[in-house]
């Protein structure tokens, strides 16, 4: 595993015992270097490590000595990887014949050699590690680090004494607080509530204080203690015990009977405790001992920037947890303009364009714009001071004085991080500002760069999918993308979480960044390690002249790249990614095949029509990222990559032949099935570890038995079914419904959770009613009918459900009671015309909800427009939408308003996104993917003509 921290020492140390094991049979001499310099290396790890947990008290000297180690360990393991491609690539001696006797002795030649090579580098690495020992012993460095701590203060705690009236932005959430504080205070049940409140750093502690002050007189006791990262347990409860009026608290008091005296005092009273700024578990769970449940109204409020740590204390009884969003736009104005001093109207025109993208920076987190507003107003109002500060911004946080406050509050959040997901946090920096990052793509390149710990039980990937979650909990990263069942897909990092993290990356050589904002301009002092080239837009200059990149790991370009290093220069690559680069052309790949390390390979939205045949010679490959690229077919070679688990390409492109070889694919994704060879259809049902399968249907123009690839598919999926296969997306197209079929298909029920099957079935097979662990289903049909529902209505885990229909039902379609118990998101894709019904108990967990209907045709057949969403009692949010075609005057308006009286009913209050709109005889809904019915008009109007 490699870290910031460490650099790559553990895989170094790790590696160097793997030399010793009989495999390579090195010389006795070699392996006493081996072993001696393994000793050294422990040594200075374990010195390392002792260095981390002070990181923010070691003076210059122990940080060059460290950047030294770190530097010279990721060497030592690139020097270590060239040995073992070297041993490994040696040819066995057979012998068959004297001139293959001739031959092999001219091997046995060249092996000697080669450990004899291996055996002067290695001397030489040992020596780097002696002259390292002996710098460390001859400077004295570890009495550097005996050293007191530095005091800092809280740059939050002079708003927890502002004026309420100075506060610009919090009314919002400290009205909505002290409601949910309030409610049932005095009622019936007078139970004790805990409200967690989250938000990155600067958000939280300010609002509590705000609540605390205004809950006067409704609570007899009451305390507002801060926790923080290291807290002492003994000393917040004595200021617990002070602020709630205790006065005979006695210095030799323990833990335990500090936290009796809390607990005898709170019994009989209603109290309100904040415990603000909690880090960990264990210290809530210590401090909850101290709050006894006593029925009488009392309130604990906890303020945290970490989610599962608001989570568990809400356990083991149900509550509600406050998310603290960031300022919007119009509040961040307002306290941006207050905070300088004057208004927007009176700021000078030539810096009006710069405060826009400083207030931008800011990002509606209260702490930046005060700081950075406070600055400005000892500014000079010219474009040139203003854009300095906006540089400084931008480039880390630690450049200028007027933002330590800021820099405080966020580097908490990173200090805080154990080192492996700071070693993640960090690697951010190699995406663009803004960029949206797929959650996927991030962990497989975690992975390739040997970030991810193995943990028993658990692959890679998962462990990965952890790290992220974590980051995402801990507000350092923001989602973007979140699925039905709450998993985060994707997600982006806040300017100045970003500015933080460069600035930290600089000081570690971690990542060099180019872009042509010319902020983050790359480093040439030392040799470079990941190296990210950011080019925004199409005026962009030549890369600049960059040190040897012979040392560089993980190398991507994002966007226009006007000329890119050759391959040759690349000797330690694991991670190639080239986004969105359209000045990538076919012969910049010719050298991929020198890449022996490279284990990711990224070419999205790239120009690239054909691959070398050399991308075969990629023995590491794990993943290979072809997507919206415009190659029509891969290289026969490509099935040598025997390590890929992840290949995406487009779905026009086929099958390559030998697929079979691939075993170690776990997700697959797509190909055109009708364009691939019955071979290769074959063979696929031989990948045992394939977990996610994507593919799409096109018979139409084609020559040839269409039924043979339809059973040649489905005798593959049925093998695949057996084996890991979890997830399956078939893009069908209309014309595809008579050639189709999955009828005869039946997977194992326990084991496929995402069905998708797009205009590739007329019906839904029984078969789906079996799979007890499907928790995603996106299915079209050629009419819906109440069958549809009542297979899928049985599924146990359902949480989300898109069910399309080619033509309107022809019958009202009811949701029954206590049908789809688990479901979560529903969207019925239809123009309704006869009605859809949800009875009382029906969906009881339902929290989005999508459909359309005609108007006049739901008032013709029901009389009303009544469909029970008043019975959907966890309902959150719903999109409706109303085709007004041909109905009558007010018929849109009363069915707008049957729905929303409806929706007031429920506990709720859910969002609504009621759109009407009139849709021609024949036209389609694009976003919503079927036939308008046709003939409505005449059909409306036809009883007019009569009369």
Not at 424 to 449: G, H, N, R, T
Request: glycine share 6%; proline share 4%; net charge neutral.
């Amino acid at each position: 595993m490699f870290s910031s921290a460490f650099g790559a020492m553990d895989s170094v140390i790790s590696k160097l015992t793997g030399l010793l094991t009989f495999e390579y049979k090195l010389p006795n001499k070699v392996k006493e270097d081996i072993i001696s310099m393994k000793s050294e290396l422990e040594s200075m790890r374990a010195f390392l490590k002792k260095m981390s947990e002070v990181e923010d008290e070691l003076d210059e000297q122990v940080k060059c000595w460290r950047m030294e180690v770190r530097e010279l360990s990721y060497d030592i393991e690139d020097y270590i990887n060239k040995f073992v491609v070297r041993l490994k690539d040696e040819p066995r001696c057979e012998l068959h014949g004297i001139t293959s006797f001739i031959d092999q002795v001219g091997k046995v030649i060249a092996s000697i050699r080669n450990r004899h090579q291996i055996a002067k580098e290695i001397q030489g690495i040992r020596a780097c590690v002696g002259e390292a020992s002996r710098r460390h012993k001859r400077y004295k460095v570890d009495d550097t680090l005996c050293k007191p701590t530095k005091v800092t203060f809280d740059p939050c705690l002079p708003a927890l004494y502002k004026d309420a009236s100075d506060l610009v932005g919090i009314d919002g959430p400290k009205d909505e607080l002290i409601r949910w504080l309030t409610e049932g205070v005095s009622g019936p049940e007078q139970q004790l509530k805990v409200v967690p409140i989250v938000g990155s750093g600067g958000l939280g502690k300010t609002t509590a204080n705000q609540v605390y002050h205004n809950l006067e007189g409704i609570f007899q006791s009451k305390a507002f203690v801060t926790v923080s990262q290291k807290p002492d347990i003994m000393k917040i409860l004595r200021e617990m015990l002070s602020g709630i009026g205790y006065n005979g608290l006695e210095v030799a008091w323990d833990e335990g009977k500090l936290i009796h005296e809390v607990r005898k005092h709170l019994r009989f009273v209603r109290y309100f405790v904040v415990l603000d700024d909690i880090w960990s578990i264990s210290a809530w769970e210590i401090l909850r001992c101290a709050l006894p449940e006593n029925n009488r109204g009392s309130r604990i409020v906890i303020t945290t920037r970490i989610i599962d740590i608001a989570k568990a204390c809400c356990a083991p009884h149900h509550c509600d947890i406050y998310h603290l969003k960031p300022l919007d736009n119009a509040t961040s104005r307002r306290l941006f303009f207050k905070r300088i001093g004057g208004s927007e109207d009176s700021l000078p025109s030539h810096v009006k364009g710069v405060a826009e993208k400083i207030l931008k920076k800011c990002g509606g987190m209260p702490l930046a714009i005060i700081s950075v507003a406070s600055l400005l107003a000892t500014k000079e109002q010219t474009k040139e001071q203003w854009e300095n500060v906006k540089i400084s911004l931008e480039s880390g946080l630690d450049k200028h004085t007027g933002f330590e406050g800021m820099n405080w509050i966020l580097s908490l959040s990173y200090r805080h991080l154990p080192q492996h997901l700071k070693t993640c946090m960090l690697y951010l920096c190699m995406f663009p500002e803004d960029y949206i990052i797929s959650k996927d793509m991030l962990v497989q390149q975690w992975i390739a760069e040997g970030f991810v710990c193995p943990e028993h039980g658990r692959s890679l990937e998962e462990v990965g999918y952890n790290y992220f979650s974590e980051l995402i909990n801990r507000s350092m990263t923001q989602p973007v993308d979140i699925e039905y069942n709450g998993e985060v897909m994707s997600c982006r990092v806040h300017d100045m979480i970003r500015s933080l993290i460069i600035s930290k990356s600089n000081q570690e050589n971690f990542v060099n960044i180019f872009t042509t904002s010319k902020v983050a301009s790359v480093m040439t002092s030392g040799k470079i390690r990941r190296l990210s080239v950011q080019y925004i837009d199409e005026e962009c200059v030549m890369m600049p002249m960059l040190p040897t990149l012979s040392h560089a790991r993980s190398f991507s370009i994002f966007g226009h790249c006007n000329k890119m290093p050759s391959l040759t220069e690349f000797k330690v690559l694991r991670v190639l990614e080239m986004d969105d680069c359209w000045k990538l052309e076919n012969y910049h790949l010719r050298d991929i095949g020198r890449l022996s390390q490279l284990k990711y390979l990224g070419l999205r939205r790239t120009p690239i029509s054909e691959l070398p045949e050399q991308i075969g010679e990629l023995k590491y490959l794990e993943t290979l990222d072809l997507r919206l690229s415009h190659l029509t077919e891969l290289p026969a070679t490509i099935v040598r990559l025997q390590r890929l688990v992840h290949l995406f390409f487009d779905s026009n492109i086929k099958l390559p032949d030998g697929i079979g070889e691939m075993q170690s694919l776990q997700q697959l994704s797509s190909f055109d099935v009708c364009r691939s060879s019955i071979a290769s259809l074959q063979e696929l049902g031989s990948l045992s570890n394939l977990r996610v399968l994507v593919m799409a249907w096109r018979s139409f123009g084609m020559i040839g038995n269409v039924r043979s690839y339809n059973d040649n598919l489905i005798s593959s999926l049925g093998r695949l079914g057996t084996c890991s296969l979890q997830s399956v997306y078939i893009q069908g197209y209309n014309s595809s419904l008579q050639d189709f079929s999955l009828d005869s298909w039946c997977p194992t029920p326990s084991l496929l959770q995402k069905f998708v099957a797009s205009k590739c079935l007329s019906v839904i097979p029984n078969w789906v009613g079996s799979l007890i662990n499907l928790s995603y289903v996106h299915v079209d049909v050629l009419r819906a009918v109440k069958r549809d529902l009542d297979i899928l209505g049985e599924l146990p885990n359902l949480l989300f459900l898109r069910l399309g229909s080619g033509t309107a039902p022809q019958e009202n379609l009811i949701i029954h009671s206590q049908c789809f118990r688990c479901l979560k998101e529903f969207r019925f894709m239809c123009l309704l015309s006869e009605g859809l019904e949800f009875q009382a108990r029906a969906m009881p967990r339902l929290e989005r909800l999508c459909f359309q209907f005609v108007a006049w045709e739901i008032a013709s057949a029901t009389g009303c427009f009544d469909f029970g969403i008043q019975h959907l009692l966890s309902l959150k949010e719903a999109v409706l939408k109303i085709d007004c075609f041909a109905a009558w005057a007010g018929e849109g308006d009363a069915a707008e308003a049957a729905i929303r009286n409806s929706a007031r009913a429920l506990p709720n209050n859910p969002s609504l996104n009621i759109e009407r709109f009139s849709a021609s005889d024949g036209d389609m809904e694009e976003d919503l993917g079927f036939v308008v019915l046709g003939r409505r008009m005449q059909q409306r109007m036809a009883p007019q003509a009569e009369t």
